[in-house]
């Protein structure tokens, strides 16, 4: 949950930023009203989350950073496509147009031009509670896949540094090598599935040290 919540923290906070400069360039500029503040706040949140889930997803089922870089660059251009980001999603077949609304895109373009023609907050209520389950959804699956993805690697790191801690007579004073995992805490509950750990910490190699650790 921390490493999710982080995650999504920071390129919630990135997306929000970026987007309302836009906005607030776009008024004196442009000359556009975008309608009733609070209205604009609200949905904005929600598409930025929405949108920044997506993202999260993809980073929870890479293998590494290449790999999430080719995810996300073809799922913007699939969601841009059906979206109606290049094309008026009008100009779509029926069914075409459905799928659009499975994207944050099609909310966002939608909810976007509401405000313009003078929408109020009713007319995007709507989308607002879409985007907001959208990202509960999502978000709910990311947790999941990154548990299933680093999970065993967490519980391998533990129990090996568990086992080192009984094998150097219980007392472990010195960890010395090419690399060392130490686990930060660990703590060991009555029952197999209420195992709490944290994220081992990868150090360089060191000639004394003292760690206390409890079991």
């Keep these: ?21 836009f906005i607030l360039v776009s008024i004196p500029l442009l000359g556009i009203s975008w309608g009733n503040p609070f209205t604009l706040i609200v949905f904005t949140a929600s598409l930025v989350l929405a949108s920044a889930s997506w993202g999260i997803v993809v980073a929870s089922l890479a293998k590494n950073s290449g790999q999430a870089s080719a995810m996300g660059m073809a799922i913007n251009l699939v969601f841009a496509a059906v979206a109606g980001n290049f094309v008026p999603r009008h100009n779509y077949p029926m069914w075409m147009q459905e799928i659009g609304y ?59 540094s568990v086992s080192n801690f009984y094998q150097m007579n219980s007392k472990l004073c010195c960890y010395s090598g090419d690399v060392a ?9 009555k029952r197999l599935n209420h195992i709490i750990w944290t994220k081992p910490t990868k150090i360089t190699p060191f000639c004394s040290c003292t760690i206390g650790t409890k079991l």
Excluded: D
Excluded at 2 to 20: A, D, N, P
Excluded at 133 to 156: D, E, P, R, V
């Design 1 to 21: 949950a921390e490493l999710i919540t982080g995650k999504m923290l920071g390129t919630f906070l990135i997306g929000l930023i970026q987007v309302f400069v």
């Design 102 to 160: 499975l994207t944050p895109n099609a909310w966002g373009i939608e909810g976007f031009l509401e405000l313009l023609n003078g929408g109020t907050f009713a007319n995007v209520q709507t989308g607002i509670l879409v985007l907001f389950g959208m990202s509960f959804i999502l978000l709910t699956i990311a947790s999941i896949s990154f548990t299933i993805q680093y999970g065993q690697l967490y519980f391998f790191h533990l129990f090996t």
């Design 181 to 189: 995992f130490v686990v930060e805490k660990a703590r060991i509950a």
